[in-house]
């Protein structure tokens, strides 16, 4: 079975069968890829492809599609700044004070720039938000943990100097 890539032109999608790739809803202009294909192609010119857009309007002519770009933030004004990611924090809370919560605000402080870039600005605020919350609960959640061990070894040292 044929399996199918395309490309948003910073991320490759895939494998996909014919019947998942049409769910994808893909553009004509989508450069996509398999095996026997050789390279990246625009989906209309690729034949078996085709009956993806039997119902979808041609484009507009003189209407140039935007091309998608590393710098192409889509729907993100360019003059708003991506939202803290908190990686160095986590990373630092991870190993420190609290590895699995640590761990978690690690894999949302990494979503925060991926989806910023790909022009999803909610996503990114949401990820951050929840890279701050794991951080914060590891880093407390360790100092608990610290106060608890001297609690008990002040504990343990002053029954240590009763009973001697």
């Known amino acids: 079975m044929k399996k199918y890539f395309y490309t948003d032109g910073t991320t490759n999608f895939g494998p996909f ?3 998942e790739l049409k769910e994808k809803h893909i ?3 989508t450069m996509v890829w398999f095996q026997e294909l050789g390279e990246w192609k625009r989906a209309e010119t690729v034949s078996e492809l085709n009956e993806l857009f039997l119902l979808a309007p041609p484009p507009l002519p003189g209407v140039k599609a935007p091309e ?3 710098t192409n933030k889509s729907s993100v004004p360019s003059d ?3 939202p803290k990611t908190w990686l160095v924090e986590s990373i630092l809370a991870t190993l420190l004070c609290c590895l699995p919560f640590g761990i978690v605000g690690i ?7 991926t989806r ?3 022009g999803d600005l909610v996503g990114a605020v949401k990820a951050s938000s929840s890279a701050e919350t794991w951080t914060l609960v590891s880093f407390f959640f360790g100092l608990f943990g610290f106060l608890v061990f001297i609690g008990m070894a002040i504990f343990g040292t002053s029954l240590a100097f009763l009973f001697n």
Not at 107 to 113: G, I, Q
């Open 107 to 113: 894999v949302y402080a990494s979503k925060v720039e």
């Open 27 to 29: 553009s004509r202009d």
């Open 17 to 19: 069968s014919l019947e």
């Open 116 to 118: 910023f870039y790909a």
């Open 80 to 82: 708003v700044k991506p």
């Open 68 to 70: 998608v770009t590393k």
